[in-house]
């Protein structure tokens, strides 16, 4: 059975950071590509950054240079660093795994005040 918990969610100030953590069970994570998804009240879930399993990036936009994806293969873990953090990044923030079949964490919030 997979399982993705996501932590390090919380409230802060703008202009603050955050580290967000997925720790995965039930899969061989380094096989899957991770990725974290935001979504915003009454907005769709949008992808902010993804890796590979060969540790390749990739960000939205509006997070490039502000937020780092990385992993640790060995905790079965995929981080994401957010920096410099907006009042528009608060939204609940899911991680995501996949490979043939996509797999959802439970999401944890992240709120940033102006």
């Known amino acids: 059975q997979v399982q993705l918990v996501e932590s390090g969610g919380g409230v802060v100030q703008a202009g603050g950071s955050l580290r967000l953590s997925c720790a995965a069970s039930?899969?061989?994570?380094?096989?899957?590509?991770m990725g974290w998804y935001r979504q915003a009240p009454g907005k769709q879930r949008e992808l902010v950054a993804s890796?590979?399993?060969?540790?390749?990036?990739n960000y939205e936009d509006s997070v490039k240079g502000r937020f780092t994806i990385s992993r640790d293969n060995a905790k079965n873990t995929v981080y994401l660093q957010m920096n410099s953090l907006k009042p528009e990044d608060t939204a609940v923030y899911y991680c995501?795994?996949?490979?043939?079949?996509?797999?959802w964490g439970q999401g944890t919030q992240v709120t940033v005040s102006s």
């Open positions: 995501n795994a996949q490979l043939y079949s996509k797999y």
């Open positions: 890796i590979s399993n060969g540790g390749s990036t």
């Open positions: 039930g899969l061989i994570f380094s096989l899957y590509a």
